[in-house]
C-alpha cells in the first residue's frame, strides 16, 4: 500500500450552497445490484452492475501534499498547480495494484485509512483515465474492497469505454 500515483493542476467540484456540507455520497442502486449479483450470478444482473457503476460517483482516498484552497465565491475547491496527489493503492494476493474506490464513506471506513486521508469524487470515465495514464502498472480498480466488492480490471474498463464511445458516437450520428 505504499507505492502510490499523483495528479495536480485539478479543480474540485464546487459545493452548491456554502453554508450546508454537501450531503453523503450514495450509491445504493450500485450497491444493491452487486449485491443480488453475488447471489445470483445472473447474465441480467451483472449488466445492471456494469451500468449502475458507469452511471455511479464513487469515493477515492488521497493524500495532498498541501491543503486545497476554497474559492470564496464559487465555493469551488482549487488545488495549486503543482500539489502533488498520491492515490491510495491496494496489493491483491498476486502482487497486483489495484485503485480501491467505495460506494459510500460507509465503506471508504472498512479499510481503515489513515486519519490525515482526504477524498475525490470520481466517475468511471475519470477511472478508465487513471488506469489508461498508468498501463501495465495498475491492473484495475475495485469497488468495497472490504465489503460485498467486485473487481474491475483495466483491459474490461478500457473496453466498456471504448462502447460507451461508439454508442454514443453512433447517437450523434
Known amino acids: 500500500m505504499d507505492k502510490s500515483n499523483s495528479r ?6 464546487p459545493f452548491a450552497d456554502k ?43 488521497i493524500q495532498m501534499d498541501r491543503d486545497p484552497q476554497v474559492d470564496e465565491k464559487t465555493g469551488e475547491v482549487i488545488l495549486d498547480k503543482d500539489t502533488e496527489i498520491r492515490f491510495e493503492i491496494i496489493e491483491n494476493n498476486k502482487g497486483e495494484l489495484y485503485y480501491p474506490v467505495f460506494t459510500d464513506g460507509a465503506e471508504m471506513k472498512k479499510l481503515q485509512l489513515d486519519t490525515d486521508q482526504q477524498v475525490l469524487i470520481v466517475r468511471f470515465a475519470d477511472l ?23 473487481v474491475f480490471p483495466a483491459d474490461m474498463v478500457h473496453k466498456m469505454a471504448e462502447e460507451i464511445s461508439k454508442e454514443t458516437n453512433e447517437r450523434k450520428n
Open 8 to 13: 495536480s493542476g485539478a479543480k474540485g467540484v
Open 19 to 61: 453554508a450546508k456540507p454537501p450531503k453523503p455520497l450514495r450509491n445504493d442502486a450500485l450497491k444493491e445490484a452487486m449485491e443480488t449479483l453475488r447471489q445470483t450470478q445472473d447474465t441480467q444482473q451483472y449488466i445492471k452492475v456494469l451500468n449502475e457503476v458507469v452511471k455511479a460517483q464513487l469515493l477515492i482516498p
Open 128 to 150: 478508465e483515465a487513471m488506469l489508461r495514464m498508468q498501463a501495465g502498472q495498475m491492473a484495475g480498480f475495485v469497488i468495497n474492497p472490504k465489503g460485498t466488492n467486485m
